[in-house]
């Protein structure tokens, strides 16, 4: 992103003002003032955090996420030039350790799918009974799809895994439609305030599948953000560890459909191996002509730590494992 200097001038002063503000009204008891920046004027995050003074410091907005501005190269010896961005970020350590082009907005392609499962696990419930409509059906040619038809019933518990593991368009649609009340735009409309609420503000969705669309962005630092979130879901971690997934799902017609899905990353199916010491626990992975071959993972070292990659925009699906390996023999 590009600013000027008056911008960085007028930053500074916003800011000054609010602290001000704070110190006549905040401490005294006579007001409250929540406020929070998530990027600063050059498009890194910031950390500033000011509100609702009751007597205890306030906790500011990054106290548990990896904060830092610009390129972060470590020694040098990372080659990672077939990809446009990508981040390995130390979660429990709070630690970026390489990160290249972090904020640069780009196509997410299926990794947006981690939003649409982000929304539905804080909004919905695993047993509820998704109703498919005609808002399922899919123009686009050569997206994936797992065949549901108007009419057709599943649970959430079975949508999301059959969304994260085969990234399932239309499922994607059966979980935005229900859940926004019979309104797709109504529950994209939630997976943009989601991601304005974690300070993910380089990003903005226009569909809860990710096939492309000039106003659909994000950054790799935002990925990082919302899957920083995800990972706080035991059913998020349980599915995008599992290799497989086996189902029957009623048609309109109350019959049977049984339907059988294998997860599309490469390192859980094992036509990918990740370098020693290091065990992915598991991730998503997007693939579109805009996007290129993206991935973002969740893996542990050799003593349990965790840490959150991301890969955006590689040439080729070698290329893309072959970066990602890049990044996990650094933690």
Same mark, same amino acid.
């Given at each position: 992103?590009?600013?000027?200097?008056?911008?960085?001038?007028?930053?500074?002063?916003?800011?000054?003002?609010?602290?001000?503000?704070?110190?006549?009204?905040?401490?005294?008891?006579?007001?409250?003032?929540?406020?929070?920046?998530?990027?600063?004027?050059?498009?890194?995050?910031?950390?500033?955090?000011?509100?609702?003074?009751?007597?205890?410091?306030?906790?500011?907005?990054?106290?548990?996420?990896?904060?830092?501005?610009?390129?972060?190269?470590?020694?040098?010896?990372?080659?990672?030039?077939?990809?446009?961005?990508?981040?390995?970020?130390?979660?429990?350590?709070?630690?970026?350790?390489?990160?290249?082009?972090?904020?640069?907005?780009?196509?997410?392609?299926?990794?947006?799918?981690?939003?649409?499962?982000?929304?539905?696990?804080?909004?919905?419930?695993?047993?509820?009974?998704?109703?498919?409509?005609?808002?399922?059906?899919?123009?686009?040619?050569?997206?994936?799809?797992?065949?549901?038809?108007?009419?057709?019933?599943?649970?959430?518990?079975?949508?999301?895994?059959?969304?994260?593991?085969?990234?399932?368009?239309?499922?994607? +649609? +059966?979980?935005?439609?229900?859940?926004?009340?019979?309104?797709?735009?109504?529950?994209?409309?939630?997976?943009?305030?989601?991601?304005?609420?974690?300070?993910?503000?380089?990003?903005?969705?226009?569909?809860?599948?990710? +096939?492309?669309?000039?106003?659909?962005?994000?950054?790799?630092?935002? +990925?990082?953000?919302?899957?920083?979130?995800?990972?706080?879901?035991?059913?998020?971690?349980?599915?995008?560890?599992?290799?497989?997934?086996?189902?029957?799902?009623?048609?309109?017609?109350?019959?049977?459909?049984?339907?059988?899905?294998?997860?599309?990353?490469?390192?859980?199916?094992?036509?990918?191996?990740?370098?020693?010491?290091?065990?992915?626990?598991?991730?998503?992975?997007?693939?579109?002509?805009?996007?290129?071959?993206?991935?973002?993972?969740?893996?542990?070292?050799?003593?349990?730590?965790?840490?959150?990659?991301?890969?955006?925009?590689?040439?080729?699906?070698?290329?893309?494992?072959?970066?990602?390996?890049?990044?996990?023999?650094?933690?």
């Amino acid at each position: 992103m590009k600013c000027t200097s008056k911008r960085k001038v007028l930053h500074q002063i916003i800011v000054a003002g609010l602290l001000s503000f704070l110190l006549i009204f905040g401490i005294t008891g006579c007001g409250q003032l929540d406020y929070s920046v998530a990027y600063g004027s050059d498009g890194a995050p910031s950390t500033v955090s000011i509100g609702g003074y009751s007597g205890t410091r306030t906790e500011t907005f990054a106290k548990d996420l990896c904060v830092y501005e610009g390129d972060v190269l470590g020694d040098g010896t990372l080659d990672l030039t077939q990809c446009e961005s990508a981040v390995l970020c130390d979660v429990n350590n709070k630690d970026v350790i390489y990160s290249k082009n972090a904020f640069e907005q780009l196509y997410p392609a299926s990794l947006t799918k981690i939003m649409t499962a982000l929304v539905a696990l804080k909004y919905g419930d695993m047993e509820q009974i998704l109703v498919a409509t005609d808002a399922v059906v899919v123009h686009e040619s050569g997206a994936q799809l797992a065949g549901i038809k108007p009419g057709d019933s599943m649970t959430l518990n079975q949508a999301l895994r059959i969304m994260l593991l085969y990234s399932a368009n239309d499922v994607s +649609l +059966l979980i935005a439609d229900n859940l926004g009340g019979g309104d797709v735009n109504r529950f994209v409309d939630m997976m943009n305030e989601e991601a304005k609420n974690l300070g993910a503000t380089g990003t903005h969705f226009m569909n809860p599948h990710g +096939l492309s669309n000039p106003e659909h962005y994000t950054t790799a630092y935002d +990925l990082y953000l919302i899957f920083n979130e995800c990972i706080k879901y035991e059913d998020f971690v349980e599915i995008i560890s599992m290799p497989s997934f086996e189902t029957t799902y009623k048609s309109m017609n109350g019959q049977d459909v049984h339907l059988q899905v294998n997860n599309t990353n490469g390192y859980i199916t094992g036509k990918h191996a990740a370098p020693v010491n290091t065990t992915v626990i598991g991730g998503k992975t997007g693939t579109t002509s805009a996007a290129g071959h993206c991935l973002i993972i969740l893996s542990k070292d050799i003593n349990g730590a965790p840490y959150i990659s991301v890969v955006l925009k590689s040439e080729s699906t070698d290329s893309l494992y072959n970066n990602m390996n890049s990044l996990l023999g650094n933690i």
